[in-house]
């Protein structure tokens, strides 16, 4: 059977139903292990020792899974990445706040390496879960309740966006989420959260009204513009580094309803879409409801080019996307449709078990930056399929601009911890970068990750030369080997710095936590 295209922050499954392919016509060292964090050795006394405290405690009893348990081998296959679905030495699966504080007193007493999953959707090894430590699993804490007085969206971390936008449907209202219903609120969220509403509203921490969290010894506190307010700050953008976050409160917007698709063209035209992406961004500040993202993608059916068209505001054809809609498609599935049904179509089948490693990076708003990617996933396609003979592997690029809008934005809402101020001030608008490499077999990953990795190496490199290059890193979509945070900024890197020696004056959260990415040293 073929291998489905990922799901990643878009969910472009859905691109073979729709895409009209066109054919046109030295390695790096592996890094399958690649991780910010690294291995611990394994002590089998204080493997003992931590489990042990966990599974009799009288809070925790019957919320810990261990290798030999019935549910533990489904639980690592529900990963959307095979990288990331690591063996731990038990897994606790909190199912409220009061579990969490006492998980946390265990491990903070014990001394026990763990790691964190919200909704398991992140790609690389050491992401989301650990092999030497205890896991924490979030997936029972999935619950969305909404508030009509204040107006506020109090939403689990482990809760799939999904399942949230149809619990705000009823209330005429959407959260400001992920834009694949697969995706976890949590990670989503701490990390900024790009949305399909941030060119009106920022990003997804941005709209954060209140984070409940956990704190290292266990205190539960509230962190909001009023209370705890270098917290509430330093925990958007700060990821999994302060706390164990437990409940998310976000304004809603009072809205459901959203117009947009996939506009497929002939690759042909990519000179009229890349030029249109581009004037597209430098006049996003006209039109905030409207948004764009420009694609490219290989399987073995060939190469193929889209543009992904949304309005949240659901008017038809905005003026916005005039050039677009002048340059003639193969294919369109626009519509106007709620969010509980819209996000659906972004995130189609979600293949598991996959093999899936992201890479990411910024430049300005440059046309040729997308010129230099067509050019490359074909030179890098051809060597991967060349490295691993009948391997099925597949190479999204995506193309998302990152207006001076988005920044004032969240400025305007408190701020957060990205360090996009500087860029955007001296560049205008910026154009971010993925590219989503899926292989179907550990054993095909070796052959074709490090040329992967040479890839991303290879564009940064060129896009330095160009002097296009801003080495900003959005943490959501980086490979294990990248440090996001260390291009925050001096000002935003000391502020996180301060909140965790504040509230996790230990470093539990820096020395114990073996997933995600850490402060910078």
Known sequence: MRLSPPVTLLGLAAWQAVASPVTDAESTPSAASASSTGDVPVSPALQAACCSALSSDNTLKGKVLFPKDAGYEALLDSYYSANAALPAWCIVRPESTAD?????????????????????????????????????????????????????????????????????????????????????????TTGAGYTFHSNRYGFACDMVQNWEIVLANGTVVNANAKQNADLWKAQKGGSGNLGFVTRIDQFAIPSTNIWGGFVSYDLSLRAQVFDAYVKFAEAMGNDPASQEIAALYYDSTGYSLRSILTNSDAIPNAAAFNQFLQIANTSSTIATAPMAEFVPQFTGPTPLGLYANWFTGMTTNDAR????????????ATKMAAAAPGSDFNILIEFQPVPPSFVAQSVAKGGNMLGLEPLVKADGPLLMWLIALTVDTEANQQKILPLGIQFRDDINKQTTSMGV???WIYLNYAYGDQNPMSQYGKTNINFMKAASAKYDPKGNFQKLRKTGFKLPN
């Open 100 to 188: 969490v504080s006492q998980f946390a007193k265990i491990i903070n007493q014990k001394q026990c390496p763990f790691g964190i999953r919200s909704g398991g959707h992140s790609a690389f090894k050491d992401s989301n879960g650990i092999q030497n430590g205890v896991t924490v699993d979030f997936s029972y804490m999935n619950t969305t309740t909404y508030n009509p007085t204040t107006k506020i969206a109090s939403i689990q971390p482990g809760s799939r966006w999904g399942a949230v936008y149809e619990a705000l449907q009823p209330y005429g209202v959407t959260a400001a989420g992920g834009r694949a219903s697969v995706v976890g609120v949590g990670g989503f």
């Open 469 to 471: 290059n801003t080495n």
């Open 369 to 380: 930056v997308m010129e230099l990617f067509y050019q490359k996933i074909q030179e890098y």
